[in-house]
C-alpha cells in the first residue's frame, strides 16, 4: 500500500462519518489520461475531501505557506501536493503542474485561488484556464456543497468533463477559459441548491 492509499484511508475513516459526505458523478472522472480537476473552495478541508472522493490520485498546489508547518510539510509531498507561492507568478509551480498533467495525471485545483468567505462562489483566477489550455487535459468541475457542520451532509458532485480542444484552437484566453469552468461549477451548485 502506497503512503497516498494509506493516508487516504485514514482520512475517509475520520471525515466520512463526521461529515456524512455524499459523492456524485466519480463516472465522470476519466479513468485515465490527464485531468484538470476543479473545484469551489469553501473551507480548508476541501482538499483532502476532494483526495478521499476521487477514484484517481490527485496532485495539489497548496500555498506554500503549509509547508512550513512542521508536520504537514513532511506529509504533502508524500501525498503529492506542491507548493506554489500567491500573488505572484511562480514558474516553478507552474512547471510542476503542467507536468503533472503531461504525465497524464490528475492535477486539482481551486481556481477561486483563497476560501469563499461567504460560501457563494467567487471569481476565477486566470491560472486555471492556463493548465486548460496549455495541456492536452479534459477539465472536471466539482462542486462541493456544504457548509461543513458536524453530522451533516456535505456533498461532493463531479461534473462531465470538458473537452478544451476546440478552444484551444479557437485561441481563447486564459481568462475566458477560466470563466468557461467556473460556470461549469456554478451550473452544479444551483443544479444541486
Do not use: W
Not at 502506497?2 to 487516504?8: D, G, Q, R, V, W
Not at 475517509?12 to 455524499?22: G, M
Not at 507568478?89 to 503531461?102: F, G, I, M, P, Y
Amino acid at each position: 500500500m502506497t503512503f497516498y492509499s494509506f493516508a487516504k484511508f485514514v482520512v475517509s475513516v475520520v471525515l466520512k462519518p463526521l461529515y456524512r459526505i455524499q459523492i456524485e458523478g466519480t463516472e465522470n472522472i476519466p479513468k485515465e489520461g490527464a485531468v484538470l480537476l476543479c473545484a469551489n473552495h469553501i473551507d480548508n478541508l476541501d482538499p483532502p475531501i476532494v483526495g478521499i472522493t476521487s477514484p484517481r490520485t490527485v496532485h495539489f498546489m497548496a500555498k506554500e505557506e503549509v509547508f512550513r508547518v512542521p508536520v504537514l510539510k513532511t506529509i504533502l509531498p508524500k501525498v503529492h501536493a506542491f507548493p506554489v507561492k500567491r500573488g505572484m507568478s511562480d514558474r516553478e509551480a507552474l512547471r510542476n503542474a503542467l507536468k503533472v498533467l503531461k504525465q497524464g495525471n490528475v492535477l486539482g485545483l481551486f481556481p477561486e485561488g483563497t476560501r469563499s468567505k461567504t460560501g457563494e462562489l467567487g471569481k476565477g483566477l486566470a491560472g486555471a484556464g492556463f493548465f486548460a489550455l496549455r495541456s492536452e487535459s479534459f477539465v472536471v468541475p466539482c462542486a462541493i456543497i456544504g457548509p461543513y457542520k458536524l453530522f451533516k451532509p456535505i456533498r461532493v458532485i463531479y461534473g462531465k468533463p470538458i473537452d478544451f480542444t476546440q478552444y484551444r484552437v479557437n485561441k481563447v484566453s486564459a481568462e475566458e477559459a477560466t470563466l468557461i469552468i467556473m460556470d461549469s461549477i456554478r451550473e452544479i451548485i444551483e443544479k444541486n441548491k
